[in-house]
T-cell receptor, first 115, second 111 residues
């Protein structure tokens, strides 16, 4: 069975600092991987996705993530945090070639950005 | 281009009641999935509808049921509400192997 683990339920950074949110997956075969962001009182917005093409994936708002099969990881990074990045971030996995089926989510990481 | 829309935005019910939540998918999408997000948790998959049939189901009791209409819109029904059903219910739509797009959810509170 597939699962996702997000290390660190809360990450705090200063404005302009590097953002690193960690995600590890468990799957018998390399899955499809996603990062979603959720702002207060809103639904989830797709930041980026890995679907077995390039291992370094660029998303919206300056975020990117690298798929590392050897480490079963898909960490999310952004070189310079902005106040507007404060939100809840979820890593999710689906079986390969089934991006439209059930997503399995991690428990989320709350990102706080201070000035 | 309207995204995924859900109604109502908030709902308060009492234990034992029944509730119906509604979802209109993003234009061009034909598949609707429902998720339950408890406070402080990640969303959990309830079920998915495609071509008016339940195609996939998560680990939720039969009290949770759904329907998809010919125009691809969908309803989520929950019977015999429990306090533990209090959550944000998210609808997501998709087309084929494209990623799912989420609505803003319905906040359900059970008293």
């Amino acid at each position: 069975a597939q699962s996702v683990t997000q290390l660190g339920s809360h990450v705090s950074v200063s404005e302009g600092a590097l953002v690193l949110l960690r995600c590890n997956y468990s799957s018998s075969v390399p899955p499809y991987l996603f990062w979603y962001v959720q702002y207060p009182n809103q639904g989830l917005q797709l930041l980026l996705k890995y679907t077995s093409a390039a291992t370094l994936v660029k998303g919206i708002n300056g975020f990117e993530a690298e798929f590392k099969k050897s480490e079963t990881s898909f960490h999310l990074t952004k070189p310079s945090a902005h106040m507007s990045d404060a939100a809840e971030y979820f890593c999710a996995v689906s079986p390969p070639n089934q991006a439209g089926t059930a997503l399995i989510f991690g428990k989320g990481t709350t990102l706080s950005v201070s000035s | 281009d309207a995204g995924v829309t859900q109604s109502p935005t908030h709902l308060i019910k009492t234990r034992g009641q029944q509730v119906t939540l509604r979802c209109s998918p993003k234009s061009g999408h034909d598949t609707v999935s429902w998720y339950q997000q408890a406070l402080g948790q990640g969303p959990q998959f309830i079920f998915q509808y495609y071509e008016e049939e339940e195609r996939q189901r998560g680990n939720f009791p039969d009290r949770f049921s759904g329907h998809q209409f010919p125009n691809y819109s969908s309803e989520l029904n929950v019977n015999a509400l429990l306090l533990g059903d209090s959550a944000l219910y998210l609808c997501a739509s998709s087309l084929g192997q494209q990623p799912q797009h989420f609505g803003d959810g319905t906040r359900l509170s059970i008293l």
